[in-house]
């Protein structure tokens, strides 16, 4: 009988197997889904619903990059502050950005058409750094949930990164994609306008509410204060950056450039980013360095450019969040007031809320706790979401735990210092400064016109990303950020692997 069986098993096509494998996926997948949606659950559904689109939509990727994009540049952000029962909805995205990397994982299996230039190296780190995360949870002395929320919030839109690099997209939709985060930097001041002649005169002097910091445009924020302000500071300077890239290719005109430089940088006075005094003389540097030499006049007039921007946006948000009897002039009360506070949060001894560390005391206390005696904890960390605090009381990290009130994740590298240890910060040191060279080599070899602008803004970009690593955690923690960050990696690996043509790099989305 079991000879029987053995010969009817071998006279099996070789699809057989796989197509059982199908439809047995197919039945547990179709009970799973039952059993959540009678749970009535509306979470668990929407994730479901999430998985089985983005399992649909494995075969039309840009679709998902779209979905992404629009998804969590627009329409997350004001969720979440205006309708906050829809918070969750988000997690649909994050579903979106780990398919996007099965869909890398398979491409580059299976997939016909591939790039001919090799993988950037910056990329081969971003791997290693997901896979030493995800391995953490091994020796993590926290709970396995822990771990998987870790894994969520460092990695979710990784998969666009890496899809970026392994998929050869047409330059066409490229552009599209490009054009496209110059719409959403300009959508910010309406959003902007409105959050902040409405909403903070609404909350100011409520209790627990840092009024000033709702104004966030359409990334993440909350009408109890507290938001992505910086985010939106980033990618508004970063569209700065590739208005002046343009206008030195001479792709658009004075006037042109002066009216939408003036719609993209008003936003910026209207909310509180004291980041700014650093992201603005950095992008301006960064974006005339080449004329150091050749031109050291032009440079000049940049550097003195980005410092008149600076100080009209620092008088512009003294003066509208002044209250009667202040002085805006230089040396006035309130400039004196918010320099001395800046100092003291940021150099000094005082806690950035008030209790515990700030983003310059936050890493010899890391070092404090971490000796040579314990060298795993001093390389690999303590796993991923050890050192997450999360808001609203939700479930912290066991370090965290150990640690109340001292925020130890204040940063991204304080949080990857405590997580990931000395060998993670190694690795996301090593993505940044690996892909800023190859952003720096794409830059000397661009094309004239829009692909030398696209370059130029991708390398500058990179640069203010990295400073983004000492300011806070939402490089790992906020989707908004984290979206930018992975497609700016990612459309660097496309340019480094493409053979875009100098008529594809002309900007046009109908060249061919």
């Known amino acids: 009988m079991f000879f029987r069986i053995e010969q009817r098993i071998g006279q099996l096509r070789p699809d057989a197997f796989t197509a059982a494998a199908i439809v047995s996926g197919y039945a547990a997948a179709s009970i799973l889904i039952g059993l959540v949606i009678a749970a009535g659950k509306p979470v668990p559904i929407a994730l479901t619903i999430g998985a089985i689109a983005s399992v649909a939509l494995l075969n039309a990727m840009p679709l998902v990059v779209w979905a992404i994009l629009a998804g969590v540049l627009l329409v997350v952000g004001p969720l ?31 997939g016909r ?29 926290g709970t396995l949930f822990e771990g998987v929320a870790g894994i969520k919030r460092y990695f979710q839109y990784f998969g666009l990164m890496f899809v970026l690099a392994i998929v050869p997209f047409a330059p066409r939709l490229i552009v599209r994609w490009w054009h496209f985060l110059a719409l959403v930097a300009v959508v910010q001041l309406p959003f902007a306008l409105y959050q902040r002649i409405v909403l903070v005169p609404a909350r100011e002097g409520m209790a627990r509410v840092d009024a000033i910091d ?22 508004l300077v970063a569209a700065l950056v590739y208005l002046l890239a343009m206008f030195r290719e001479g792709a658009i005109s004075v006037r042109r450039f002066a009216l939408l430089a003036m ?146 994740g204040l940063t ?38 829009f692909d030398r602008a696209f370059c130029r803004t991708l390398y ?15 490089p790992i923690a906020l989707p908004s950020q984290e979206v930018l960050t992975a497609l700016c990696f990612g459309l660097i690996a496309w340019r480094a692997r493409s053979s875009m043509q100098a008529n594809n790099a002309s900007g046009d989305p109908h060249a061919s």
């Not at 591939?114 to 995360?133: E, H, M, Q, S």
């Open 113 to 141: 058409q591939r790039f001919a230039a090799p993988l950037p190296i910056f990329v081969v780190y971003a791997v290693l750094l997901f896979v030493f995360g995800t391995l953490s949870i091994a020796y993590s002395g």
């Open 214 to 235: 709702i104004v966030v445009g359409t990334m993440e924020g909350s009408l109890t204060g507290g938001g992505s302000s910086s985010v939106m500071a980033l990618l």
């Open 263 to 408: 719609v993209i940088m008003a936003p910026l006075p209207l909310g509180e980013v004291k980041l700014l005094v650093v992201l603005v003389p950095l992008a301006i540097t960064l974006t005339f360095v080449d004329l150091v030499r050749r031109h050291p006049l032009r440079f000049v007039l940049g550097v003195v450019l980005g410092m008149a921007v600076l100080a009209t946006l620092g008088w512009a948000y003294l003066a509208i969040n002044a209250t009667p009897g202040q002085s805006v002039s230089p040396g006035g009360s309130a400039l004196r007031g918010i320099i001395e506070a800046t100092i003291a949060y940021n150099f000094g001894s005082m806690g950035y809320y008030g209790t515990g560390l700030n983003r310059t005391s936050v890493y010899p206390y890391w070092l404090a706790h971490h000796h040579l005696y314990d060298p795993v904890s001093l390389l690999f960390g303590h796993g991923l979401g050890s050192s997450y605090e999360a808001p609203l009381g939700g479930a912290m990290g066991h370090m965290a735990q150990g640690h109340p009130w001292m925020h130890i």
């Open 460 to 474: 500058v970009t990179i640069a203010m990303l990295f400073v983004m690593l000492f300011y806070s955690d939402a």
């Open 80 to 110: 979440a502050m205006f309708v906050p029962s829809l918070e969750k909805a988000g997690w649909l995205f994050s579903l979106f950005g780990f398919y996007l990397t099965g869909a890398a994982i398979l491409h580059a299996a299976v």
């Open 412 to 449: 991204a590298v304080s949080s990857i210092l405590w997580d990931l240890g000395a060998l993670g910060l190694f690795l996301v040191f090593a993505l940044y400064l690996s892909a800023a060279k190859c952003a720096s080599g794409l830059l000397q070899r661009a094309h004239p016109g």
